[in-house]
């Protein structure tokens, strides 16, 4: 699963393509293995063609300019390993710790990561107890914290001068941790390879076009979309923004004041979707004029701060300052942000309370019980996202759900529905 060392692999080019284009689409639709997906022999653990999707899919990752796609790639590895670690049964998981310790001893050169994971696997091997479910906290292994930040962002560690006391209950969760670390620095080093290779390999040029060719067509579509959309249209069409953006629009319009954070991926979201600079000052000008209502923490006002507020604007349309193509913030990002202000634009499925969520998701379509249980299970789950796109999928029903990875791809899968439904 760590594919520290991958063996020799001599299979023809369109099963590269085909393990490749099928890891994309199981990441890209937050599939899970137990959801036996139609394309599981590509994703058979430890198989040639597992190995084969896995190699493709990093290079392709490595050499992309998109963040949103590499995130994608990222965390569906991530999400992949932490599926497999939790499936493995104990004398399973102890014979793929001791591989990945035999892995790391034939190492000539190793980092701090691949140390930190060798004393890991070995603590763990050594502590590995039955039972032990997720209130167990009979052993524990001590780390940087830097090898941990997303434990550490959830709180699931105990902190102590820089170093991370995990408990045996997050262990698995641990692994993932050092898994994205080294998953990220060979991207870097993958990236750097290739660009000092003097011949362009045809292979990896047919693969890169094949998997570009899927990605803009199945998931990223709306980028190719160049339209503008004016206030007058978006108040109209607010069924159509996602619950996070709804949220911020919302505040903005109650409170006449938006927080920093929620202002700016607000003013991303509308730059993303085609509402143009001019249109976004004037809904800034337009609420920032009246007396805030003190329920925001932003305490600017149009007539004290309009230089500074016209600042940030025209800096996150990346029209002035470094002038940036700034990007969306992902869907998995947001979700683990330590979010202060869940009042003022947030990730409802992961920071509002259960009655605050459904006063938001109601504003367009009622929700029951049993529909309200629904969400509570995934929004729960480790993977929240699939709320959301529980949720996209009861507004604009289709056979086979547009799935989205941020705020904007959720606006346009559903503008697409709207306009233009996919007929069965």
């Known amino acids: ?48 063609l597992d190995y084969t999707g896995f190699l493709c899919l990093r290079t392709y990752a490595s050499l992309t300019d998109d963040h949103t796609l590499k995130e994608i790639v990222i965390e569906g590895e991530c999400r992949l390993i932490s599926e497999r670690l939790n499936l493995l049964k104990p004398n399973f998981l102890r014979k793929y710790l001791i591989k990945i310790i035999d892995e790391i001893g034939l190492f000539s050169v190793t980092d701090d990561n691949i140390d930190v994971l060798l004393k890991v696997c070995s603590e763990y091997k050594d502590k590995q ?19 941990c930040t997303t434990l550490v962002s959830k709180r699931k560690v105990h902190l ?24 990220i620095k060979s991207l870097h080093k993958i990236r750097r390879s290739m660009s000092a290779l003097h011949n362009t390999n045809l292979q990896c040029e047919y693969l890169n076009e094949k998997l570009n060719s899927y990605y803009n067509s199945k998931i990223a ?55 143009s600079l001019d249109e976004t000052l004037k809904i800034f000008q337009q609420e920032y004029s009246k007396c805030g209502n003190l329920k925001s923490t ?46 003022e634009g947030c990730c409802p499925f992961v920071h509002c309370s259960e009655d605050k969520l459904k006063s938001i998701l109601e504003e367009f379509t009622s929700i029951n019980d049993i529909e309200m ?52």
């Open 129 to 147: 107890h039955v039972p032990c479910n997720e209130y167990c906290s009979t052993h524990s292994i001590e780390v940087p914290w830097q090898k």
């Open 373 to 424: 249980n629904i969400l509570n299970d995934l929004k729960n789950s480790d993977q929240p996202i699939q709320a959301c796109h529980w949720y996209a999928q009861k507004l604009f029903p289709v056979s086979e759900p547009l799935c989205h990875n941020t705020p904007t791809q959720y606006f346009f899968n559903s503008k697409k529905v709207k306009y233009c439904p996919i007929i069965d």
């Open 221 to 275: 579509f709306w980028k190719n979309i160049d339209e503008q959309i004016s206030l007058e249209e978006l108040n109209l069409n607010k069924i159509l923004l996602p619950p996070c953006m709804l949220m911020s629009l919302n505040s903005l319009f109650t409170n006449h004041r938006l927080a920093h954070d929620p202002r700016y991926r607000l003013t991303l979201f509308l730059k993303d979707i085609g509402v």
């Open 160 to 183: 102590t001068q820089g170093i991370a006391v995990v408990l045996c209950n997050q262990w698995n969760s641990l692994l993932v941790d050092l898994f994205r670390l080294i998953y």
């Open 1 to 48: 699963m760590f594919y520290l060392k991958i063996p020799d692999i001599n299979v023809p080019i369109f099963d590269v393509e085909d393990s490749a284009l099928s890891r994309l689409e199981h990441f890209s639709t937050y599939a899970k293995l137990s959801d036996k997906p139609k394309y599981s022999m590509y994703l058979r653990n430890s198989t040639l």
């Open 298 to 343: 932003c305490t600017h006002s149009w007539d004290d701060h309009k230089k500074q507020i016209e600042y940030n604007v025209r800096h996150t349309y990346g029209m002035v300052g470094s002038k940036k193509n700034y990007q969306m913030t992902t869907c998995v990002l947001m979700q683990k942000q330590n979010i202060q202000v869940s009042d």
